[in-house]
């Protein structure tokens, strides 16, 4: 199939329900440049605590922006007040439209002394906000290992490969998934996916090969009854499942060799192939969720996919709230 021919059967597949939000990443020839590419992805790594939507957004509206904050924050944090007529950002919050934020080079400290060297100020505080935005590797994958059932995911480190291919995703029902409802309740039940990763992986290449074999999944490359597959190359899916690890590692501080896969990718291709950025970007924001916090099961896919664990859930949390209220009739 034609490149050309596979654009438009991306886009015609998207098109049936695709928000507005999507529609600013849907025109993927604006990426098409390796090099303009690169710079982009480099760019949203630099907002590691902002979605990488709203990363996105920066970078359509402030280009050269390199600390955006909102105007509380820069007067809380960091002793700066918003000069006048600066021009905010403006980025998607949940439960409100828009947020306002502004680039550090609109702010000027509220109290300037005469020795103040306001570069080194600056970057100073870039640096500083930089390294509060990191935890530590084993924080993001005690979380993974937490999420991973709730995804429908059944997890294995005795991947015996070669020294290519260091892990792999399937579909996979035949494993028992230990899934932690809350504090007192577990469920066991089947899994959906199998992820196995190399028996010689640390902590870190483990992560960056489960990013990876996540990216496939939640870019929807794996054909299942949760979702119609996406007739895509293996050179399309590999590289989608590559930028989506590239983005996650970078962006939560954890170095791996993306960086270098990337790099020789884009030196010896001048165009990337065709990818829909904006399922690259749900897939990130779907897997640092999974990093960054121990889910609710509600908020994972085997909660709203399957039915039948939905039910499960649902009598769990209507006995817990039932056996509360008791409890508390009975303290009246």
Known sequence: MSEEKQLE???????????SIDRLFRDVKRYRKSSEFKKKLDF????????????????QQ?????????????????????????RPVII?????????????????PIAKRVDDDENEAIEAIIHLHRVESTQDVSFY??????????????????????????????????????????RDYRE???????????????????????????????CQHIDCSWWEGRSYTKETKEFEAEIVSYLVCQRLGIRTKSVEYLSNYMEENEQ?????????????????????????????????????FKEKVDNIKQQIKEKKEKEKRKTL
């Open 9 to 19: 059967l991306f886009k015609d597949n998207r098109d049936k329900d695709i928000s």
């Open 44 to 59: 949203y790594c630099g907002f590691p605590y902002l979605g990488v939507y709203n990363a996105a957004l920066v970078e």
């Open 62 to 86: 402030r280009p050269g922006a390199r600390l955006v904050l909102t105007t509380k924050k820069w007067e809380e944090l960091y002793n700066r007040k918003i000069k006048p007529n600066a």
């Open 92 to 108: 998607l919050m949940p439960f409100y439209p828009v947020d306002f934020l502004f680039d550090i080079a609109d702010t000027r």
């Open 141 to 182: 994958y005690d979380n993974m290992m937490k999420n991973l059932p709730k995804q429908g995911i059944y997890y294995s480190t005795e991947y015996i490969t070669g020294s290519e291919l260091q892990a792999e995703i399937r579909k996979d029902r035949t494993e028992k998934l230990h899934i932690q409802i809350n």
């Open 188 to 218: 066991e039940y089947s899994s959906y996916f199998a992820i196995n990763v190399s028996i010689r992986a640390n902590k870190t290449e483990q992560l960056a090969s489960l990013f990876h074999e996540l990216g496939h999944l939640f």
């Open 272 to 308: 990337i192939p065709p990818i829909l950025i904006d399922f690259v970007f749900q897939a990130v924001d779907a897997i640092e969720q999974m990093a960054k916090s121990n889910m609710d099961v509600t908020k994972c896919l085997l909660y709203k996919k399957d039915r039948f």
